[in-house]
Structures are given as structure tokens and as C-alpha cells.
């Protein structure tokens, strides 16, 4: 089935540290990913829809300078938080929308990337 | 908008029993999916079961099944012959139909816990 890698799966750095977090689909073109976080025992947050080749569209109240997402080919998207303080400490997770023509499939979601910024 | 909603913070279920899941959406729209996702401590994002709005059969996948009342916009989970390995948080998820693909929506999850 398809997968979707996630990378890495945790981090710990230090307040001011620009992170970034890779979402590959490793064997389906993704021509949109999305981007959520989570906080712990809450639902995820959709933060941003990721097209390949076009700048993302980022939800109301998300700051896209802070959180830059790129997605220059159709099996990548990357999310990097700048400069990044305590309180982006979160869990982060992708998802890739299915290849064209299989509008009816799920997305399929990474393992998701644990956040800690000290 | 569309809004997911999951009335349910907690359930708890015995082994072996059968717990059923709430949840409610608000759409405008006739062409949508429904989801049911699992998420164990791990955090996968695991699906468990999905619903083409244009179907009137409920869904079942073995001992999962929903009751999806369109008029009401009522998406239920229905959990029989609970297994320890269930206990998980489980998000309800609404996602559009339409010519591209939709972001989901999700609602606010229901922690289950399975009782030996």
C-alpha cells in the first residue's frame, strides 16, 4: 500500500534553532500534501495545504514566516519552523493526498515528527 | 465551513463488550466522505473505516461498523467484541467532495479506554 515517510521522528534542539521536517511519499506522486499539529490528547490542527510547485495555503491564524513549507517535487514536502522557541513544541504530522484519479482513496498520513524545543 | 463534533472526551468498554462512538458534522454540501481514524499512544494515524455520503449502506470492516444518518448528519462508530488492542483516541473526519482534493476536518476525538 502507499506509505508516507516521515523525518525525523523526534527532535529536541535549542530555543532559536531553525528545524525542518520531511514528508516523502515513497511510491505515489503527492501533488498535495497537508501539514497538522497536535497537542497532546487534542485533535489535529491543519496548518497548511502543500501543491507541488505553487506556495502553500496556510490556515487562518497560522504564521507561514514562522512555518515555511515547501513542496519542489511531487514525492517531497518540507516544513521548517524558524527559529523555533518552547511554545512550537508539538507534534507534527503530514499527510499525501492520493495520486490523481483516486480522489475517492484516503489520505495517507506519516508517523509524524515529536517537536521539543528547550 | 464544515464542523466535526465528538460529544464523547472519554468512553470506556469492557473486553469483549460493544461501545459505540458519536459524532456529528454540519456540511452544506452533497458530496462528502466520512472517516473514522485510530490513534494509538504510538500517534500512526490509523484508518478504520470510511463512508461515501452517496452510499446509504453503512460501512463495516469486521468488528468496526458505523451508522451514518445523512438527514441527521450523524456518523456513529460502532466498536464490537472490544479488544485491549482498541483503546486508542479515535478522531471522526469530514472531507469534501468536489473536483480537488479536500482538506479533513476533524472532530475533537474520543479517548477509549478497554477494560480486562
Known amino acids: 500500500g502507499a506509505v508516507v515517510s516521515q523525518h525525523p521522528s523526534r527532535v529536541i534542539c535549542k530555543s532559536g534553532t531553525s528545524v525542518k521536517i520531511e514528508c516523502r511519499s515513497l511510491?505515489?506522486?503527492?501533488?498535495?500534501m497537508f501539514w497538522y499539529r497536535q497537542f497532546p490528547k487534542k485533535s489535529l490542527m491543519l496548518m497548511a495545504t502543500?501543491?507541488?510547485?505553487?506556495?502553500?495555503?496556510?490556515e487562518q491564524g497560522v504564521e507561514k514566516d514562522k512555518f515555511l513549507i515547501n513542496h519542489a517535487s511531487l514525492t517531497l514536502s518540507t516544513l521548517t519552523v524558524t527559529s523555533a522557541h518552547p511554545e512550537d513544541s508539538s507534534f507534527y504530522i503530514c499527510s499525501a493526498a492520493p495520486a490523481e484519479g483516486q480522489r475517492n482513496q484516503p489520505q495517507h498520513f506519516g508517523d509524524g515528527t515529536r517537536l521539543s524545543i528547550l | 465551513a464544515q464542523t466535526v463534533t465528538q460529544s464523547q472526551p472519554e468512553m470506556s468498554v469492557q473486553e469483549a463488550e460493544t461501545v459505540t462512538l458519536s459524532c456529528t458534522y454540519d456540511?452544506?454540501?452533497?458530496?462528502?466522505?466520512l472517516f473514522w481514524y485510530k490513534q494509538p499512544p504510538s500517534r500512526q494515524m490509523i484508518l478504520v473505516i470510511r463512508?461515501?455520503?452517496?452510499?446509504?449502506q453503512n460501512a463495516t470492516e469486521n468488528r468496526f461498523s458505523v451508522n451514518f444518518q445523512k438527514a441527521a448528519k450523524s456518523f456513529s462508530l460502532k466498536i464490537s467484541d472490544s479488544q485491549l488492542g482498541d483503546a486508542a483516541m479515535y478522531f471522526c473526519a469530514y472531507r469534501s467532495g468536489g473536483t480537488s482534493y479536500g482538506k479533513l476536518t476533524f472532530g475533537q476525538g474520543t479517548i477509549l479506554t478497554v477494560h480486562p
Open positions: 502543500s501543491n507541488e510547485g505553487s506556495k502553500a495555503t496556510y
Open positions: 511510491d505515489f506522486q503527492a501533488t498535495t
Open positions: 463512508q461515501e455520503a452517496y452510499k446509504q
Open positions: 456540511t452544506s454540501e452533497s458530496d462528502y466522505y
